[in-house]
């Protein structure tokens, strides 16, 4: 019953938009024929005294009203086209780039229209204002960089979002890319927005698009809170018995990823049979509340034991 609830909802959606589909095309239908002359409209305000300044205005508005109308039927039938070929019903990289072009273009059309509104050439403003617009454009150069760099990272397939990423120090979700930054939620739940610019210049690891979705748990012990790698193995894996049906066998492994002088990191991993992000944040909080007990414990055992008497070595006073 709920499954034919929602397929009526979709249907009753769809059919709406269908509905307004159609009654922007007929509206564009309008206009395009104001605006060549097809329909003659002049006779609604021809005893009026500045008819000279509606027909103006009238022609502009027409003008400008096509061009974002005509923008909006691009941007849905591109998007319909790639959905219908790519089996696409949410949003990817290739739908939020084509919003962020239909956005910029949107804007660039209303600030045209605005000044043609006043009498006043855009090609014209620009030729006699270029010394105060080579300066805007020096003074917002990361802002036009940080667009470049979201719009090249929105057509591209390395950064997707629901990719899980670690970009410099910060490692997390993607929920959003947009022209100026990236979205990334961590483990925390905090949301955290790196600018295009940073993305783009630092080292980006996306465990997402590797073949083997191997989850990994990076973690510092102290050398005297480690017995062997083996028996801090053992005893991390059966802390994770309750999720032995979620994780693939024989998919466990802790690595000594690098030895200092008085710690060792480590990255303890495995394999989930299925991605799950909430999932792993269960298995990393059990993870980590094992290494506190093991790190307490032995940190008991160690001030149980007495320090050695100093003694007078040979040779000495």
Do not use: C
């Not at 024929?33 to 509606?54: F, P, Q, T």
């Not at 006699?128 to 719009?151: E, P, Q, V």
């Not at 200092?260 to 990255?267: H, L």
């Amino acid at each position: 019953m709920f499954l034919f609830q929602i397929a009526g909802y979709r249907k009753t959606d769809l059919s709406m938009k269908y509905v307004v589909l159609l009654f922007k095309m007929l509206i564009f239908g309008s206009l395009v024929a104001i605006r060549l002359g097809e329909w003659d409209v002049s006779y609604l305000y021809a005893d009026l005294k500045y008819h000279n300044s509606i027909d103006y205005y009238l022609t502009t508005l027409s003008s400008v009203a096509i061009f974002l109308m005509l923008l909006d039927f691009v941007q849905f039938f591109t998007i319909w086209w790639y959905r219908r070929r790519h089996r696409v019903w949410g949003s990817d990289n290739f739908i939020i780039g084509v919003g962020h072009i239909y956005s910029l273009l949107l804007v660039i059309g209303v600030v045209v229209g605005t000044l043609s509104l006043f009498r006043i050439h855009a090609r014209e403003l620009f030729t006699s204002l270029s010394i105060i617009f080579a300066g805007i454009a020096i003074l917002t150069k990361d802002y036009i960089s940080n667009m470049i760099n979201g719009m090249i990272m929105t057509f591209s397939s390395q950064l997707s979002i629901g990719d899980n990423v670690s970009i410099g120090t910060h490692r997390g979700k993607i929920t959003d890319i947009t022209l100026q930054n990236i979205h990334l939620l961590n483990d925390d739940d905090d949301m955290i927005y790196i600018p295009n610019n940073i993305v783009m210049n630092s080292e980006v690891v996306n465990y997402t698009k590797r073949e083997i979705k191997r989850t990994s748990i990076d973690f510092e012990i102290d050398l005297k809170h480690l017995k062997t790698v083996e028996e801090l193995e053992r005893s991390l894996i059966e802390v994770l018995s309750p999720f032995q049906e979620l994780i693939k066998p024989d998919s466990y492994y802790l690595r000594v990823a690098e030895v200092k002088k008085e710690y060792v990191v480590m990255k303890f991993q495995y394999i989930l049979k299925e991605p799950n992000k909430d999932l792993e944040r269960q298995i990393r909080r059990r993870t980590i509340r094992r290494l506190v007990e093991i790190i307490s414990e032995r940190e008991k055992i160690a001030d149980q034991i007495p320090d050695l008497p100093d003694a007078d070595l040979p040779g000495h006073a």
